[in-house]
């Protein structure tokens, strides 16, 4: 049997589009409706250049070491330079992490162009996470400081008053946000800020939100007791449009405490639980 022009055309054309529905079925069996429904993961800047120490290999382990149901988070290791020529907002980072280590050489690595870039990061929407070094930094009190939270750093002359673990008291809101039913939990300190409101607040710098208090002290290397406990040692505020949390100790020093910087991270980039404090900013 013969087909004219026009039967043999739409022969064509039906085999066409039997052939493509088949190919999209495959493609749609190949990606299951959980893969096609999962977010696109985190991205995390971790900041890795001069001033910073070991632990924050542990701050990059704890950041991955969430569950599925937590989200995936990826981590991007970024430096000063890259940081300088707009790599964060080039690249699509939700979170800046300073880790520890030391507050003045990372202020210093970053330069005055580099803080004042982190700075516009952060109040077009980004987040910035500080822990211990981090949060030195985080400041308004240095020459070096990022002034994204106004607080002042008790006892400056004795910052170098020793390591091991204290108790920090969780405040109403800290116990809600980190999923704690004691009054307060046991962290590793190592030399990290004691941070206090201002008695007159800097109108230019948003003040912060304390959401644990050391309750037990170090006082070693000359400094004097009774000075540490009742600081703040976990803050929170907003800064323009972004947000800002930082830890005087080391929850990824910790065992079993990890999941307090990735709750921290998660809220900086708007997506944890807990209300947003209002801020002067």
């Known amino acids: 049997m013969r087909f004219g022009p026009s039967l043999r055309k739409l022969?064509?054309?039906?085999?066409?589009?039997?052939?493509?529905?088949?190919?999209?079925?495959?493609?749609?069996?190949?990606?299951?409706?959980?893969?096609?429904?999962?977010?696109?993961?985190?991205?995390?800047?971790?900041?890795?250049d001069h001033g910073t120490g070991e632990s924050r290999e542990k701050v990059i382990a704890a950041l991955r070491g969430g569950t599925d149901a937590e989200g995936a988070i990826e981590i991007v290791r970024v430096k000063a330079d890259e940081i300088r020529a707009g790599k964060l907002k080039a690249d699509g980072i939700s979170v800046l992490v300073h880790p520890g280590g030391s507050g003045s050489k990372q202020g210093e690595a970053l330069g005055s162009e580099g803080r004042e870039a982190v700075r516009d990061f952060v109040a077009d929407g980004g987040g910035y996470l500080g822990i211990c070094a981090g949060a030195y930094l985080a400041t308004n009190d240095y020459p070096w400081?990022?002034?994204?939270?106004?607080?002042?750093?008790?006892?400056?002359?004795?910052?170098?008053?020793?390591?091991?673990?204290?108790?920090?008291?969780?405040?109403?809101?800290?116990?809600?946000?980190?999923?704690?039913?004691?009054?307060?939990?046991?962290?590793?300190?190592?030399?990290?800020?004691?941070?206090?409101?201002r008695e007159i607040p800097d109108a230019a710098t948003p003040a912060y939100e304390s959401l644990g208090v050391f309750q037990t002290e170090i006082a070693r290397n000359g400094a004097p007791a009774g000075v540490m406990a009742g600081t703040s040692a976990m803050v929170r505020a907003t800064f323009g449009r972004g947000r800002v949390f930082c830890f005087s100790p080391h929850p990824e020093l910790t065992d079993g405490r990890g999941g307090f910087l990735r709750l921290a991270a998660r809220w900086t980039a708007g997506e944890a639980p807990g209300k947003t404090p209002q801020s002067g900013k």
Not at 12 to 26: K, N, P, R
Not at 152 to 172: C, I, M, N, Q, Y
């Open 11 to 48: 022969a064509l054309v039906t085999l066409a589009l039997i052939a493509h529905g088949a190919a999209g079925g495959s493609a749609a069996l190949a990606q299951s409706p959980k893969e096609a429904a999962r977010p696109a993961p985190l991205r995390i800047a971790v900041f890795v």
């Open 145 to 197: 400081s990022l002034r994204l939270i106004d607080a002042r750093v008790v006892d400056r002359r004795h910052w170098a008053r020793g390591k091991g673990p204290v108790e920090v008291a969780l405040s109403t809101d800290g116990r809600r946000f980190f999923g704690c039913k004691d009054p307060a939990v046991t962290l590793e300190y190592a030399q990290g800020p004691l941070l206090a409101h």
